[in-house]
């Protein structure tokens, strides 16, 4: 781009300009944005989405970016992604000639061919259409064992709220008088074939203050719902409440309740024909699964009983008569347990298996543990590539099968399908390359961030790089709520910005998962300061290592990754030239009233009851912290209308705050597809050619 911080407008067109609006109040002249879909709100939206359109679609590179992004998300030959379901392979697959989708049917055998024979069940465009909605798929969910019955959750537009029916496998049709719920944020699950326990909003207000619902009843086939019958109440205070129904191959059932304290801390109950009994395990532990008679728990905090202790990050074991008898009396032992550098991935059973993934160092690992006399348990190793991405795909409880995942930066995502009694691991799909990664080649490096920890980082660029600080390099991150970014094969990433000579940067910064749950504690609540620094020290190591250089070097991240954004935007705008804020939180002061935020203070901390957490945003959330008169990069922020999770008031109020102030950046809001990228393939590749035209005019130019 021509342009760069403040400079003068791109003159394709003109900034709108600010909103002339008396303050709503002192302290927060915008708050009117925070109406989602307000006349008011929507015209000022619209205003900011045709300049930054006209903008960057009237790039001569644009048209070619849309015309690659869509045929790479659209294309014929990706994997489909499996799951086993009524015995045979379903595949939820979008493509140009469905863009919302088909949920489609096919044997393991046919599946294992190169053109497998698929059958549709449930045409999502087409039901879309018939009924005059924006149907978005959201998942099923079968009754087992035989998984026949399955509830459809269906979206209007993209965002959490959703419908539940009922439908038939056998038939693929929609159960006439089947279970059929409306509109509201549910948690379902099958308690047997006529029973549903259901979390809902059954009259208004039955919502927690993240929105979501805290009353499970459960619903007997034939009956309206105001006849549904309750089973547990959390309280408002609480983020949410889920009923749960795990069962094993032998036919055994746990029915558990899961209540929400905060986004990290549960209480779990077990559903008798007396009424809930508490499972006493920690409050940062959940159940996992169940195989042959034992209850798998994954523990993020230490848990001692029975004069055991068992350690953080571990994966441990109850027996289930045991849990039945005594849920407040357990005996927990070992299944595996990490060491220094390593974490906890997925976790899956088959029908006499666990499968299990890891991570060493931020390198995949896989292994089949199975139960042995004396509730011991045997572990081997699945023969997995070194220095990839390993993960689960579905796991069949009939047999002792299950898909792994791989996948790496410049290494097409492959399928295989391992037999988890032998222990053996074959191919069974692997993406077509879709970019040239000839040229390229991956390194990891470490860099010191302000406490003395070493930060690893993945770098992705030309063998041939000059270490002149001229190479455009995008550095994404998220370093938040556990989660472990690992090497990961993206085919737009490739072919438009690595095969246009731009190095891509994965860091692996505190906040995450990679090492545990105490990397993802060092940047809890008002120690989150450290999450922006290990950013920060990253991309300084990069500067340092002439890589880039803060005129080449953009930054990416989105939801928490978007408060990322923002943070590094207000903190550091010397380091970068541009910056992508993609359905961000930016508005920390505000964020326990705005969509589903409350559900965060487990992360974040709880500004309105506690004064250490209120003075710690105050300095570090980026709506409070925008200042006139800093050479900033001009950003690019992206938000969608439908997302009911984060909510685009966070990134409308940030964008009216920089215009207020005179600064220049480019705003788009996709009016669906709710906490993403967009609805369907073309709404999708769109954001994605808008931001690609951006960091290629920042940082290419």
Excluded at 119 to 124: A, C, R, S
Excluded at 507 to 513: E, F, H, K, P
Aim: glycine content about 8%.
């Amino acid at each position: 781009m021509a342009t760069l911080g403040g400079a003068a407008a791109p003159t394709a067109a003109a900034p709108p300009a600010a909103t002339a609006t008396p303050a709503t109040t002192a302290a927060d002249p915008y708050l009117w944005l925070e109406s989602v879909d307000s006349p008011r709100a929507m015209a000022w939206v619209n205003a900011r989405n045709a300049y930054s359109t006209g903008v960057l679609e009237a790039d001569p590179r644009y048209k070619t970016l849309y015309e690659e992004a869509l045929a790479i998300a659209g294309a014929k030959d990706r994997i489909p992604q499996p799951t086993f379901t009524h015995g045979a392979i379903y595949n939820f697959w979008q493509d140009p000639d469905h863009l919302r989708g088909i949920w489609r049917t096919t044997t393991l055998a046919s599946y294992r061919t190169d053109a497998p024979d698929w059958k549709t069940v449930l045409d999502i465009d087409a039901l879309g259409k018939a009924e005059g909605k924006s149907w978005v798929w959201h998942g099923a969910h079968c009754l087992e064992p035989d998984e026949r019955r399955c509830l459809i959750s269906l979206s209007d537009g993209g965002e959490d709220a959703v419908v539940v029916r009922e439908i038939d496998l056998d038939t693929g049709k929609f159960v006439a008088g089947g279970f059929d719920l409306p509109r509201a944020k549910h948690a379902v699950a099958w308690e047997d074939a006529d029973h549903l326990l259901v979390a809902s909003e059954w009259t208004p207000g039955d919502l927690t203050s993240s929105g979501y619902p805290y009353i499970v009843k459960r619903l007997t086939r034939g009956q309206p719902l105001s006849s549904a019958v309750e089973v547990y109440r959390g309280t408002k205070a609480d983020v949410e409440v889920n009923p749960v129904v795990l069962h094993d191959a032998q036919g055994r059932q746990l029915t558990i309740i899961q209540r929400a304290i905060d986004f990290f801390h549960y209480e779990t109950f077990v559903v008798t024909p007396k009424g809930t009994k508490r499972l006493a395990i920690p409050a940062k532990a959940s159940v996992a699964d169940l195989v042959a008679g034992r209850v798998v728990v994954r523990l993020d905090e230490a848990w001692t009983a029975a004069g055991t202790t068992l350690p953080s990050g571990s994966l441990a074991q109850l027996d289930l008569a045991a849990v039945e008898a005594a849920p407040d009396a357990l005996k927990p032992s070992l299944i595996w347990a990490p060491g220094p550098r390593d974490a906890l991935g997925d976790v899956a059973a088959t029908r006499d298996t666990l499968v299990v993934t890891t991570l060493d160092n931020v390198r995949g690992r896989a292994w089949v543990f199975t139960p042995a006399a004396g509730g011991r348990w045997t572990r081997a190793k699945l023969d997995v590539p070194d220095n990839l991405a390993v993960d689960l795909g579905d796991a069949d409880r009939r047999s002792n099968r299950a898909f792994v995942r791989m996948s790496g930066f410049l290494t097409p995502s492959s399928l295989a399908l391992a037999d988890a009694a032998t222990g053996s691991l074959a191919t069974v799909k692997t993406l077509p390359a879709k970019f040239d990664a000839s040229r390229d080649v991956v390194e990891q490096f470490e860099a010191t961030s302000t406490d003395g920890t070493k930060i690893p980082y993945f770098v992705v660029h030309r063998k041939d790089l000059k270490y002149d600080g001229s190479t455009p390099t995008l550095l994404y991150a998220y370093g938040g709520f556990q989660v472990s970014e690992t090497p990961d094969y993206s085919g737009a990433m490739g072919k438009l910005w690595l095969e246009r000579g731009g190095a891509y940067v994965l860091a692996n910064i505190r906040g995450g998962g990679e090492f545990g749950p105490a990397w993802h504690e060092a940047g809890l609540g008002v120690k989150r300061q450290i999450v922006y620094d290990d950013f920060a020290s990253v991309a300084r190591d990069l500067i340092a290592k002439k890589i880039t250089s803060p005129r080449r070097l953009g930054i990416e991240g989105g939801s928490n990754g978007g408060l990322l954004m923002g943070v590094e935007f207000t903190q550091h705008p010397e380091l970068w030239n541009a910056v992508v804020i993609q359905v961000p939180l930016l508005d920390m002061i505000r964020i326990g009233q705005i969509a589903a935020g409350a559900s965060w203070q487990g992360e974040y901390g709880n500004v309105d009851t506690d004064p250490a957490v209120m003075a710690f945003w105050q300095k570090t959330s980026p709506y409070a912290n925008l200042r006139a008169g800093v050479k900033y990069p001009e950003p690019f922020i992206f938000t969608t209308t439908k997302d009911d999770r984060v909510g685009p008031q966070h990134a409308r109020k940030f964008a009216a705050r920089m215009e207020e102030m005179g600064y220049h950046f480019y705003y788009y809001e996709n009016t669906e597809g709710g906490h993403g990228a967009g609805a369907d393939l073309k709404q999708a590749a769109h954001t994605t050619a808008l931001t690609m035209t951006y960091l290629q005019k920042k940082l290419m130019e």
